[in-house]
Nanobody, 122 residues
């Protein structure tokens, strides 16, 4: 069983930055990993993904502002979030999957963290 534990969420003013971390109980090099988010009344959506080779995908709302990375020596996934906007307010989840065909599809990921809240205010 893979365990994922997110940290780094909090409250920040619009335009500010936060860095989320996700500590994994497994070898991150073996997995596709991703950050998803869910705000009140909406479906969980992909934010950024990274495959075993370090190739990344960003969804349109965060492209150019967020950076996903991982440190396989520490089995930790990161999400650097810059130029935060009010609409970035959400619960952010870390996810891992062994076999991922559609990197942005929630169902492709087998393991999930408990989430960390990010709140952006004006």
């Amino acid at each position: 069983q893979v365990q994922l534990v997110e940290s780094g969420g909090g409250s920040v003013q619009a335009g500010g930055s936060l860095r989320l971390s996700c500590a994994a109980s497994t070898v991150t090099a073996r997995y596709f990993m991703a950050w998803f988010r869910q705000s009140a009344g909406t479906r969980r959506e992909a934010v950024a993904t990274i495959d075993r080779d370090g190739r990344t995908i960003y969804t349109a709302p965060v492209k150019g502002r967020f950076t996903i990375s991982k440190d396989n020596s520490k089995n930790t996934l990161y999400l650097q979030m810059d130029s935060l906007k009010l609409e970035d307010t959400a619960m952010y989840y870390c996810a891992a999957g062994m076999y991922v065909a559609d990197a942005e599809a929630e169902v492709e990921y087998n393991y999930w963290g408990q989430g960390t809240q990010v709140t952006v205010s004006s």
